[in-house]
């Protein structure tokens, strides 16, 4: 199978024999990493390769196994956040085996399992890097993994690739009891979700959460919370999905949004709200089902801001928030949990090459409720 990118004709097996060039040694033009790119806002993914950094004292190397599609990605390929610098190897939900580390390295060593999220890089030094807080993802220096600047210049690329060079502290120990590809999602899903529920107190077992949108997040988010014994309600468009929530993912109920009579029957039920749409909606429905005092979290970027429904917030002196991913220590302690827990994400797995038929179908709601890349199956191993 030929595969091509622009100024770039080769063969499969060329292609896919750069992944064994060791990435301690520079190579010309620099090509020791494969990978799928965005080359424009049509947010089309094509073979692509670039070059990751040799690994330096602190770094840790990773051989992807898989990754999971988060709708931030596809956001990001589509610049539909008007941020997106191409080309774009988008990917943040990164497990895989650990291949090599550098000398000042002490938490890993090859043949370990990790992962990597949304973050590969911040400044250690400022008040959200340093305990107490320990919360990178707010930094004024935070890199993420994909499309955002190195100290350097150097423009980051993310996981749908063969393999990533990261720095030890931005690396995290997955649990041994879990498959990799279901664990891959925690890293950006689980977080997502879990961070919120911590930060606004809705982590009470016994509390009412409803979870609007059962994508990748909201379906971290309805296992989480049962893993925290908490009562949860899903608040979806698609009755298609209500069987599956109820009897397998065991939400305690489930809304069909358009259900004008159900929703009124649910009003001022629910002690907080975690809204996971990557749409736009309307809000003030979702106010209208919380207790007073109730908290309405957003974690859902669409493309447009949503409209705040001032009188439905009023009359619950609700409380409004949002919630950006989590710390490394978060994102290592909801890895813990879900370990505890047995807590993996629901998952169609894909190789590379349908990628863009998935971004296609995640547009559409229609994923069984994250897809993951087998990297290792069908970029490192593939083309046959
Ligand atoms: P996803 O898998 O596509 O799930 C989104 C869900 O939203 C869909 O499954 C669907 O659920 C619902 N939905 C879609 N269009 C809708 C519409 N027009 N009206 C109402 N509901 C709609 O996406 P995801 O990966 O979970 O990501 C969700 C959002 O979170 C994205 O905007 C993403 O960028 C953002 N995100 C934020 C953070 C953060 O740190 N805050 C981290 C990761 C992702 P139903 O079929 O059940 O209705
Ligand atoms: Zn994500």
Not at 34 to 45: F, H, M, P
Not at 131 to 139: D, G, I, S, V, Y
Not at 144 to 161: A, E, I, K, R, V
Not at 184 to 209: R, W
């Amino acid at each position: 199978m030929a595969v091509s990118s622009p100024g770039l004709e080769i063969s499969f097996a060329d292609f896919a024999g750069m992944f064994s060039k060791p990435a301690t040694a520079r190579s010309d033009p620099p090509t020791n990493c494969i990978g799928y790119a965005a080359r424009d806002s049509t947010g089309v993914l094509s073979p692509f390769t670039f070059d990751r950094r040799p690994v330096g004292p602190k770094d840790v190397r990773i051989q992807i196994a898989h990754v999971g599609i988060c709708h931030s990605d596809l956001h990001s390929a589509k610049n539909e956040w008007g941020s997106s610098l191409y080309p774009l190897v988008p990917g943040h939900e990164i497990v895989g085996i650990v291949t090599e580390v550098g000398s000042e390295v002490t938490s890993f060593k090859p043949g370990d399992r990790a992962g990597v999220g949304c973050m590969v890089d911040s400044c250690g030094a400022c008040d959200m890097c340093k305990a107490p807080r320990c919360e990178e993802q707010f930094c004024s220096k935070c890199v993420l993994t994909f499309n955002s600047l190195m100290p350097d210049g150097t423009l980051t690329q993310g996981g749908y690739s063969s393999h990533i060079v990261v720095t030890e502290k931005f690396v995290l120990r997955l649990p041994e009891n879990l498959p990799l590809e279901v664990t891959a999602p925690l890293l950006c899903a689980g977080i997502t979700v879990y961070s919120p529920m911590k930060h606004f107190g809705l982590d009470k077992p016994g509390m009412k959460l409803g979870v609007v949108g059962l994508g990748g997040l909201g379906h971290m988010a309805v296992k989480i919370a049962k893993g925290m014994g908490l009562h949860v309600t899903v608040i979806s468009t698609s009755e298609s999905k209500k069987e599956e929530a109820l009897n397998v993912l065991k939400a305690d109920e489930f809304l069909v949004s358009k259900d004008e009579a159900a929703v009124k029957a649910a009003f001022g039920s629910l002690h907080g709200i975690i809204d996971t749409v990557s749409a736009q909606h309307d809000l003030a429905p979702l106010v209208g089902l919380l207790q007073v005092d109730g908290k309405l979290v957003l974690v859902g970027v669409p493309d447009k801001p949503l409209q705040l429904p001032n009188a439905a917030i009023v009359f619950k002196r609700a409380t409004v928030g949002g919630s950006l991913i989590g710390g490394i220590r978060q994102t290592q302690e909801m890895l813990d949990f879900c370990g505890q827990h047995g807590i993996g994400a629901s998952i169609e797995k894909i190789p590379i090459d349908y990628v863009n038929t998935a971004y296609e179908r995640m547009l559409r709601s229609d994923v069984r409720y994250r897809f993951v890349i087998d990297i290792q199956g069908s970029l490192i191993n593939g083309g046959q």
